[in-house]
């Protein structure tokens, strides 16, 4: 069994039935994982646990204190998986230090990936940390092909990069900060974000929302695919294409 929270990243769902294993899912709390009810949906079958943070699409974190508890509290032999693809975004204080929970030996998984801040999306790179034991065993099942060498130059030239990364968390952040105060303005419900995207109730189905924002060149992600119908995932982009979002999103719900 694995267990993961509902809604986030829909490849966990799709991977693990593909190994016929039988996937619980666990409704978020305010918006974010439900620590203690994934714990409590825990079954002597239970093999992994999926924790995506931020989360996707709601953009929330759990914090370092509930999770250290929580690692505390689970049985020793399920292996817990800590995505982290959008973590160089988070400016909370509070984010767990998942590379210590490695060090310190205990069964997790840390995956981090290149296709986000660092906009390598189309070379498929990214990596897992996690302790000899654990790699080991991955090594024995992983396929026989690994990331090609133009993926992994790229790559080790994006680590280097340091001011492309401050930049793109620079742009993201004005970004969101103009991003809420015009919703706020407008009346709307988001959930603040420690990624580059804001969840945001519209208030209308997305269904058709979607298609009109489309019209005017406009493409965001609907929210019926994790079960909020009138919800949309914006992805935060330069300050001309927030502007052109918002003015776009009033003309739709406008009219």
Known sequence: EIVMAEPSFSEYDFASRIMDAKVVKVPLKDYTHD????AGAVTPRTKIIFVCNPN???GTIVVREEVDAWLKALPENILVVFDEAYYEYVD????????EYVRQGKNVVVLRTFSKIYGLAGLRVGYGIANREIVAALNRVRQPFNV??????AALAALDDREFL???????NE??????RALEEMGLFYVPSEANFIFID???DCGEVFPRLLQKGVIVRTGD???HPTFIRLTVGTMRDNERFIAALKEVLGG
Not at 92 to 99: E, T
Not at 166 to 172: F, I, K, P, T
């Open 225 to 227: 695919i994790f079960n």
């Open 92 to 99: 909370n204080d509070r984010y767990p230090r998942s590379l």
């Open 166 to 172: 401050a930049n793109s968390r620079e742009v993201v």
């Open 148 to 153: 090609n060498s133009l993926a992994q130059k």
């Open 56 to 58: 996707n699409p709601t």
């Open 35 to 38: 620590l203690k009810a994934m």
């Open 202 to 204: 519209t208030g209308l």
């Open 175 to 180: 970004g969101k900060k103009y991003l809420y």
